[in-house]
């Protein structure tokens, strides 16, 4: 594909340094895009994005993405301990009972700016089911985030949860849940929100093949292609490409039974 006049671009461009203000603002946005989309049901879901080294604005625990207002999000540290302010309509809130997944994020990537976790229903529907993401059936997928793998189950809001997705987000940009839903990470949380989306659309995908008995993945040949692709683009991270071939299993397998 280096033969291809046209570029494949990773994600929309840092926005570079904004103000508290422009952060709570599209948060409350990603929000209320969550749960109009269906991503998110009555308290479900969380969205944090780093405010500089120290100091992460979250979601509050125990309400409605659909309802949030800005006023409403917290400050937190490392510590996910509240830093203000201690009156006003946020003094009695609590962060997000997920912020410590959140935090260990932002521990394993520091260029990572935004996480988004949401309860997108096919996606953990499948989990449940055992079907995962990491099939080579759609190109965009490959190119846009070179699989979508599916972290062992934790219990939610646990230490656990900050456990499982260790090595996988050091990796990926998107990941679902087993049995709880799905975790997006970018440089913004519309970046981020944005991943969700396409998580969910190859979820509906991969749920509709699935039922039709016709998943017929991408030829091994074209999956290498679209690899080659992402490296030459800056896209992937070590160990993906190996990742992809474990979870697909497909170059692995025999000509005549990859129909």
């Not at 510590?79 to 962060?95: H, V």
């Not at 846009?144 to 599916?150: D, E, K, L």
Request: neutral net charge; proline residues 8%.
């Amino acid at each position: 594909m280096s033969d291809s006049p046209i570029r494949y671009r990773r994600s929309r461009p840092d926005p570079g340094h904004r103000t508290e203000p422009q952060l709570r603002q599209e948060v409350v946005q990603v929000c209320h895009l969550m749960w109009q989309r269906g991503y998110v049901a009555a308290t479900d879901g969380n969205v944090s994005v780093r405010m500089d080294r120290d100091r992460f604005l979250c979601t509050p625990s125990g309400f409605s993405k659909g309802l949030l207002q800005e006023s409403q999000l917290l400050v937190v540290d490392w510590e996910a301990r509240p830093l203000g302010p201690t009156w006003g309509e946020s003094r009695e809130l609590l962060p997000s009972s997920e912020m410590l997944t959140h935090l260990e994020v932002y521990r394993r990537r520091p260029h990572v700016r935004a996480v988004v976790h949401a309860h997108p229903p096919t996606a953990v529907a499948l989990s449940i089911a055992g079907i995962g993401l990491a099939r080579c059936l759609l190109p965009e997928v490959v190119l846009a985030f070179g699989t979508i793998p599916t972290a062992e189950y934790a219990t939610p809001s646990s230490l656990e949860g900050a456990a499982v997705i260790r090595d996988l987000i050091s990796r990926y940009d998107a990941l679902v849940l087993r049995r709880h839903g799905s975790l997006t990470v970018g440089p913004t949380a519309m970046d981020a929100y944005l991943k969700l989306e396409k998580l969910e659309a190859t979820a509906v995908i991969t749920k509709t093949l699935t039922e039709l008995g016709a998943a017929s993945p991408l030829p091994p040949e074209e999956v290498q292609k679209l690899l080659h692709w992402r490296e030459e683009q800056g896209l992937a991270r070590p160990g993906q490409a190996e990742d992809l071939c474990a979870e697909c299993g497909l170059c692995a397998q025999p000509r005549e039974t990859r129909q």
